[in-house]
């Protein structure tokens, strides 16, 4: 399956059952494309990237938020806000799906779902998450990728059976594979570009 292949499904969402929904923020990577800089410690609107990126979460309708750091884990750490959950992921230097497998195995056990995010991504509106946790609410499907446009982006919320599955994800693709193999996956269109915007390099970001 394919990216195309999944169904678009767009809001209103009307929840028929409850569901605890936590946060996790990838935070742990080494950023070798961005160069000698550490870039979720760059700035954008005067901001640390991943001060922005995780208060999407906190000032959406997750709990708790769970931020996975390695790559100069103290660096990171000095700088997110208060009210997370912080794990170190000592094998960050191995992918991404290393800290998805270090944020999922944090979680508290009474969790039904979590959206998780990159701590890369500064463009996500706290009201795309809080759109993906109504959707699994309403029953949308499992796993929902937010999209824009049709196109598939980041986060991603994955219901409770999916967790030991993500625990056992490999490589740096985190568990895009679950999702486009999950029979029920299905893409939550948001309107919101940020979702298919990360930063990779110093020209991704805007002229400050």
Same mark, same amino acid.
């Given at each position: ?8 499904? $767009? ?9 605890? @929904? ?8 080494? $950023? ?51 009210? @997370? ?12 799906? $290393? ?9 508290? +056990? ?18 795309? @998450? ?25 986060? @991603? ?25 999950? +029979? ?8 919101? +570009? ?12 805007? $002229?400050?």
């Amino acid at each position: 399956m394919t990216d195309a292949d999944l169904p678009v499904r $767009s809001p209103p969402f009307h929840p028929t059952r409850p569901a605890t @929904v936590a946060g996790v923020v990838l935070a742990a990577g080494t $950023s070798s494309r961005y160069g000698d800089a550490n870039k979720l410690l760059a700035r954008v609107d005067g901001e640390r990237i991943v001060t922005r990126s995780v208060r999407t979460y906190l000032d959406a309708a997750v709990d708790p938020v769970v931020v996975v750091v390695g790559h100069e884990a103290a660096r990171v750490r000095a700088e997110l806000p208060d009210g @997370v959950r912080v794990v170190h992921n000592p094998d960050y230097a191995d992918g991404q799906a $290393s800290s998805v497998r270090t944020g999922v195995g944090a979680l508290p +056990p009474d969790v039904d779902a979590t959206v998780v995010g990159l701590g890369d991504m500064p463009f996500v509106r706290p009201e795309t @998450v809080s759109l993906l946790v109504r959707a699994f609410r309403a029953g949308a499907g499992d796993p929902l990728a937010a999209a824009v446009d049709g196109q598939r982006g980041n986060p @991603v919320c994955w219901g409770r059976q999916w967790f030991d599955a993500l625990r056992g994800v490999n490589g740096d693709v985190g568990g895009r594979e679950l999702l486009l193999t999950a +029979p029920d996956a299905a893409l939550i269109e948001t309107g919101d +570009p940020g979702v298919r915007r990360d930063v990779d390099r110093p020209v991704d970001l805007p $002229s400050e």
